[in-house]
């Protein structure tokens, strides 16, 4: 019987299917990085930690691409000066490769440095539908040693809401009056609609008595807190994947396209303010993302 070099029907079906879902996986690695969910760094580690996987089998040219602010032009211009063959996979670069790259991401897209000297206020926001709430209440049930600060708001309780636990809720006459006397850190009107402020008062109390503070507030009023508080520990709550948020943003499907649209426009420019914060936390799950924000926060 003639030996044949093809390999079986099946052998060959699965391996295309192998290879259509490694091609999936790259693509999405690519959205997460283009859309800053995870840093380019980030992916390279992966990509050296384990050169089989999709990260490691991904191109030098298709990595450098997906990073916002890279065309081919600049791409080609960047491969030439680290003298790295645009055919090479991440998996598969040499340990000069590595170096100069790396180096060239550090020097043009630092990730940000934990700093010195945080205070105990601990400030938690992230993208839309990320989870911020979730891991909150997890860090207050499991964490009791961390007071959550309670906000006022203007919107009206849901069902199972108490006044006093979840939220203060207040009328605009009341909101408008806090504002005045300098009662709340920082405020803002959140998605266009009601507003909502972090008394000082409890705050004050609590860090004096050297115990730790976390907020979960809006983009900004980490930024306010920020401003009024340089000391604080600002934690910026990433998903796990770019592909993952926009399930939790438009998972239902229940919106038109153009709100769908206007939500992934928002979570994007969400997600570029992550350079201010101090911290990045994984919500890959919410007793993970919460042990690691109770870490930050002792
Ligand atoms: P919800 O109405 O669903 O409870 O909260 C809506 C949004 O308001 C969430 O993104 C939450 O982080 C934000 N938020 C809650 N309390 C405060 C606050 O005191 N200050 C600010 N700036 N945002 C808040």
Known sequence: MARTRTPPEVDRVAASQRA???RRERASLKRDVATRVITPQDLLRRAWAHPESPAGHMRV???????????????DRILAHLAISPVKKLGGLGARQRVVLERYLDDRWPEPEPREGRSRLVVLAGPTAV???TVAA????????????VSAT???????????EHYYFVDDAEFDRMVADGELLEHATVHNAFRYGTPRA??????????????????????????AAPDASLVFLLPPSWDELVDRLVGRGTEDDEERARRLRTARVELASQGEFDYRVVNDTVAHAAAEVAALAQ
Do not use: W
């Not at 040219?61 to 791409?75: D, M, Q, S, V």
């Not at 997890?138 to 600060?149: N, T």
């Open 131 to 133: 989870g911020k709430g």
């Open 154 to 164: 203007t919107r009206a309780p849901r069902p199972g809401e108490v006044d006093g």
């Open 61 to 75: 040219t298709e990595f450098l691409t997906a990073i916002p602010a890279i065309g081919e032009g600049k791409r």
């Open 138 to 149: 997890y860090v207050k049930e499991h964490h009791p040693e961390i007071m959550l600060s």
């Open 20 to 22: 259509v879902a490694a």
């Open 202 to 227: 409890p705050i004050d109390t609590a860090l004096a008595a050297g115990r730790t503070v976390l907020l979960e507030i809006d983009l900004q009023g980490a930024r306010q807190v920020r401003a």
